[in-house]
Structures are given as structure tokens and as C-alpha cells.
């Protein structure tokens, strides 16, 4: 274990959460997918005009009132009102048909009508999905520098972090688990701050980092629980002092919880209402669900991210180090395992891999800090290697197309082999090619947002390589996991 972290500041990290934004938005969707994406933003725009009300559709249902809201967490809701009304703006001044913006649902985007119109608005409220991404990776660089790690490892651990890994896919959207990664990272950050130096304000920290993620996702509040246990028995510090600790990080706690309760209490009637339907329910044997999140051909976590493989594989190094931080992110996967494998849609739907699980990846990958913050062993670096390159290949699959042409497939078999959602993707990108990107849809129609957002995106990326010129370098590459700088 580290005994005196280094000086990281935000300074740090910026050029990395610069650099993985503008990448992830160049190679993005630029507009919705899915009804959870389509609820968030939908409820984003009613908010913006001062209401809850969404209308009926899809994961829509009615409150107490009879009137139909959403049942999606209200943070990314409010995080997408500034985005919504910067996109109606840019619709106004580039001249377009005013017209009340309302995500594409499936039907929609199946029949490929034309929603030109809210283009603007969809594609600035997308840049969420970059942003949030961009930030977990951010966090993820952060924490292997607090252990020590060399800039350059760090840098190499974060690109392969985000370009091996689901992160990649999922920063073409705006689901909660994107946000989610965001906040969970932050927390395990906070919280390697609180094992070196125990301070009311990191009680703070961890305190709003749960909160946040209790006003994302309700599942979140076991982890909740896990943090404030964390806090009470890690760390030197006196336990009056630790009492005080424990009290701040409840305060933004309580603040949220009577913020979920206030929005529940007007969509469905009661605080503790959740508004989901009758379907959405525990009615999955836990056995299947973990063996479908686990090792199944079509939704395993480790088949979508073989780099979460590498800290079971050196378990014993990077327990010695990390235990603290090993012990808690093991509670918490446990947590989300246990109640995401008895959800009925335990397989997110039609999305890349596991959806639920995508914000254990990236603590997942911090657990790597002892095997890089000394030079790496011979075997260490053919796993890594094997990892990325596999990953890599896995998840250029995964940004190449729209998923919804999984709905025309009626054979798919999370269990099978053969019927893989992975196998029917690769499939489709060999027979019809690629046709997921917004860019080259931008060029093509010569639009003034797309092409103005795309400057932004290389300027963003030209600023990034710039701040980080020296882990660029192809003897920094060559040596980063070999030699200790």
C-alpha cells in the first residue's frame, strides 16, 4: 500500500478528459437510441418548460394525477435541461422549422422518418455521453496517478481503458449507467483520497458522490451504504473526528433522498413510489442472471472487456496493495450482481454487452495500479496485450452499427453461441458495413452545426495532444509498460 500520495490536481487530468471527449464525440451516434435514453430526454425538455409531464410512450406511465411521466432518475433529467434548451437555441439561429423537440422512440427510428428538424437539439443533448464517459476515464487516470503510477502507464491505461472496453459504445449514448460510471469512479477516487489523508471535506466529496449516484440510479443505495462504511472504519483518524465525518456525509444524502422522494411524490403519488410497471420486476433466477452476466457468449463481461480479466488474474498483487479499495469494489460488484442478475431485463436489452455493469469497469481497471506503478512483469504484458487488442477489436464492432436492427433477428440467444448478439453484429457490419457514425451523415449534408461541433471536436483533440506531446512520443509508448521512468 502507498504511504504518500503524489500532488495530482485537476490540472492533471484535464488534457485526458479533453482528449477521450473529443474522440468518443467524433466517432459518436449524435442522436438517440432508446426509450431510456428518449424518457431522460423527454423529461429534460418538459422541465425546461417547467413541467414533469412527458406524455404516453414507451417506460411511460401514469402518475397520480393520470397525466404520464417518466420513470427515469431525475439527475441525467436535469443535467439534459441546459442542453436542451443550448440545442433549441441553435436551431432558432441556423434558421430550422421550429419544432417541440421529442426523442426518436424505436418505431421512429426504425422507419427512418426524418427528425432534421430537432437535429441540433438531439446532438448537443448527446454530448452528455462523451462528457460522462470522458470524466470516468478522467477518474480512472486520476487514481492510478495517486498510486504512484508514471504518467506515461497511466496515460497507456486510460487510452486502452477507453478504447478496449464498453466505455467506448456506451459513450455513443446518454443511458444512467454513463453518468453512473462517472460518479462511481469519482467516489473510489474520493475515497483512495480519504485512506491517505481523512478530511471533513473528503467526507464532503464521498458524501455528494453518493448522492449523485442515489439521484441516478435507485439501485445505487446499497452502494450508498458500502461508503459510508468504507468512511467509518478506514483511515487514521481520531473518532470524534471520524463522527464528524460520517454526520457531513450525510447531509447531501439527506438532501438527496428528500429531492427523489419531492419528484416521486408528484409523478406517482408517494415518496417511495417508483413508477415502474408491473413487468419491470425481480423475476429472474439469480443462478441465470449470473451466469448470462458472467460467462455467457452474448453478454459476459469479460468477453465485452478481457481487461477486467487482468485483477483476477494477479489478484494477490493487487490485494496486497489496494486492499481497502479491493475489499469495497468487491462489495460493491457483489451488490450490483446480485441485483441486477434477478432483474427481468438482466441483459440491457439490445445493448453492447452487459449494460448494467458498465460502471464497475472502470474501478475494475484501477485495481491495475500495483501491477504498473512498478515495472510490469513478462506475463503481465502479454495479458495486457492480449486484453487490448481483443478488446479493441470487440468494441469497433460494437460502434459500427445502429443496434435497433437487432429487432428484425428473432433467434437471439444471450446462451448460445451462435445466436449471439456479438455474433449477429459481426455479421451484419460484414454484409452491410457501417452506419452508425454522425459525422460522415454532417458532411454529407454540409450542415452548419455538424461541421461547427466537428472543428470543436479536432480543435478539443489538437488542444489535448498538445498538453500531453510527451506521453505521445513512440519511445514512450515503446517503453510504457516495461521501463520505469
Known amino acids: 500500500m502507498s504511504t504518500a500520495a503524489p500532488r495530482v490536481g485537476f490540472q492533471d487530468k484535464l488534457p485526458v478528459v479533453v482528449a477521450s471527449f473529443a474522440i468518443f464525440a467524433l466517432l459518436g451516434r449524435g442522436t438517440l437510441m432508446t426509450s431510456d435514453e428518449g424518457g431522460i430526454f423527454n423529461t429534460g425538455v418538459a422541465l425546461a418548460r417547467g413541467t414533469l409531464v412527458v ?234 442472471g449470473l451466469a448470462g452476466l458472467l460467462v455467457s457468449p452474448g453478454k459476459s463481461i469479460f468477453l465485452y472487456a478481457p481487461l477486467c480479466l487482468l485483477p483476477l488474474l494477479f489478484a494477490r498483487r493487487v490485494f496486497r496493495s489496494l486492499r481497502p479499495e479491493a475489499i469495497l469494489l468487491l462489495l460493491v460488484t457483489a451488490v450490483y450482481l446480485v441485483v441486477y442478475s434477478q432483474w427481468y431485463d438482466w441483459y440491457g436489452g439490445l445493448c453492447w454487452g452487459p449494460r448494467f455493469l458498465v460502471p464497475l469497469i472502470a474501478p475494475w481497471l484501477m485495481l491495475l495500479a500495483p501491477l504498473l506503478s512498478a515495472p510490469p512483469s513478462r506475463r503481465f504484458q502479454i495479458a495486457f496485450v492480449c486484453a487490448v487488442v481483443a478488446g479493441v477489436a470487440v468494441q469497433l464492432v460494437g460502434i459500427s452499427v445502429h443496434p435497433f436492427w437487432m429487432k428484425t433477428v428473432p433467434d437471439v440467444d444471450p446462451f448460445s453461441p451462435f445466436n449471439s448478439h456479438l455474433v449477429h453484429t459481426v455479421l451484419f457490419v460484414v454484409r452491410h458495413g457501417a452506419d452508425d457514425f454522425w459525422l460522415p451523415a454532417a458532411l454529407r449534408s454540409a450542415s452548419p452545426m455538424g461541421l461547427r461541433l466537428m472543428l470543436v471536436s479536432v480543435a478539443c483533440l489538437a488542444f489535448a495532444v498538445w498538453r500531453l506531446r510527451r506521453e505521445f512520443t513512440t519511445a514512450a509508448f515503446s517503453k510504457a509498460i516495461s521501463t520505469q521512468s
Not at 99 to 121: E, K, Y
Not at 152 to 157: C, S, T
Not at 204 to 215: E, F, K, R, T, V
Request: glycine fraction near 8%; proline fraction near 6%; aromatic fraction near 10%.
Open 55 to 288: 406524455g404516453p410512450g414507451e417506460n411511460n406511465f401514469p402518475g397520480a394525477d393520470r397525466q404520464y411521466y417518466s420513470v427515469k432518475e431525475i439527475l441525467p433529467c436535469v443535467l439534459v435541461v441546459p442542453t436542451v434548451v443550448a440545442g433549441v437555441v441553435a436551431e432558432r439561429m441556423l434558421g430550422l422549422v421550429d419544432q417541440p423537440p421529442v426523442a426518436a422512440g424505436p418505431d421512429v427510428a426504425i422507419a427512418g422518418l426524418d427528425m432534421s428538424t430537432n437535429w441540433p437539439v438531439f446532438l448537443v443533448s448527446w454530448f452528455w455521453g462523451p462528457l460522462a464517459i470522458a470524466l470516468t476515464l478522467g477518474g480512472l487516470h486520476e487514481y492510478l496517478l495517486l498510486e504512484n503510477v508514471t504518467r506515461r502507464r497511466a496515460l497507456l491505461m486510460t487510452l486502452a481503458a477507453g478504447l478496449a472496453t464498453p466505455l467506448l459504445v456506451y459513450s455513443k449514448t446518454i443511458f444512467p449507467q454513463t453518468f453512473e460510471a462517472a460518479i462511481l469512479m469519482a467516489c473510489f477516487v474520493v475515497a483512495r483520497r480519504w485512506r491517505e489523508r481523512p478530511t471533513l471535506a473528503m467526507a464532503l466529496w464521498l458524501g455528494i458522490g453518493a448522492a449523485l449516484g442515489l439521484m441516478t440510479r435507485w439501485a445505487f443505495a446499497p452502494v450508498v451504504l458500502l461508503l459510508a462504511g468504507y468512511l467509518a472504519l478506514v483511515g487514521d483518524i481520531r473518532r470524534p473526528r471520524r463522527l464528524a465525518a460520517i454526520a457531513i456525509f450525510l447531509a447531501p444524502l439527506m438532501l438527496a433522498i428528500l429531492i427523489v422522494g419531492a419528484v416521486n411524490h408528484l409523478k406517482w403519488g408517494a415518496w417511495y413510489e417508483l413508477g415502474r410497471g408491473d413487468h419491470e420486476v425481480f423475476s429472474t433466477n439469480l443462478f441465470v
